[in-house]
């Protein structure tokens, strides 16, 4: 199974480049992890078709903090994925991050807007970037999780 991991899209309508992002890297997915700083809820109508779980960021509006929570577990294909923003500086968030979940093969989290694919204690800490935004990274980048005998993630740099 293949999962569709976006993160701190910023934006407040949909615009063609998120669409063209989904039409081109995320096609042939059926499930999307949008780890928050997705701004305005009308911003996910680009998913459409697609199953979404997704978590609020700090700067999300009350239109997504009042359908999102800040953390959660998901659970597919049997595998235990935690999903969170983040918050606070960068250094040390991973830590940080790893300290809220439990029993989690990976954690998909964002706020950074640097991408991070890496294994720490067990578990899988991955950040898809950020597909708009270039303030904090070099790069605009979503990711890719595949789901097989291990969850195995991938970064698709959008430069």
């Known amino acids: 199974?293949?999962?569709?991991?976006?993160s701190d899209t910023h934006l407040n309508?949909?615009?063609?480049?998120?669409?063209?992002?989904?039409?081109?890297?995320?096609?042939?997915i059926d499930v999307i992890?949008?780890?928050?700083?997705?701004?305005?809820?009308?911003?996910?109508?680009?998913?459409r078709g697609k199953e979404l779980f997704a978590v609020c960021g700090n700067m999300d509006t009350d239109s997504v903090r009042n359908i999102f929570p800040e953390k959660r577990v998901v659970e597919i294909a049997g595998r235990r994925i935690g999903l969170i923003h983040g918050w606070g500086s960068p250094p040390?968030?991973?830590e940080k991050i790893l300290r809220e979940f439990d029993d989690v093969e990976c954690i998909v989290y964002g706020h950074?807007?640097?991408?991070?694919?890496?294994?720490?204690?067990?578990?899988?800490?991955?950040?898809?970037?950020?597909?708009?935004?270039?303030?904090?990274?070099?790069?605009?980048?979503?990711?890719?999780?595949?789901?097989?005998?291990?969850?195995?993630?991938?970064i698709i740099d959008l430069d």
């Open 1 to 6: 199974m293949k999962i569709g991991v976006i």
């Open 13 to 28: 309508i949909p615009e063609k480049k998120l669409e063209k992002i989904v039409e081109d890297h995320f096609h042939d």
């Open 33 to 47: 992890l949008h780890a928050g700083d997705i701004v305005k809820r009308e911003v996910l109508d680009t998913f």
């Open 92 to 94: 040390g968030l991973e």
């Open 112 to 154: 950074t807007h640097r991408a991070a694919n890496e294994m720490r204690n067990g578990v899988l800490v991955f950040n898809p970037g950020s597909p708009t935004d270039k303030r904090f990274a070099k790069h605009n980048s979503v990711g890719i999780l595949d789901i097989g005998k291990r969850i195995v993630g991938t």
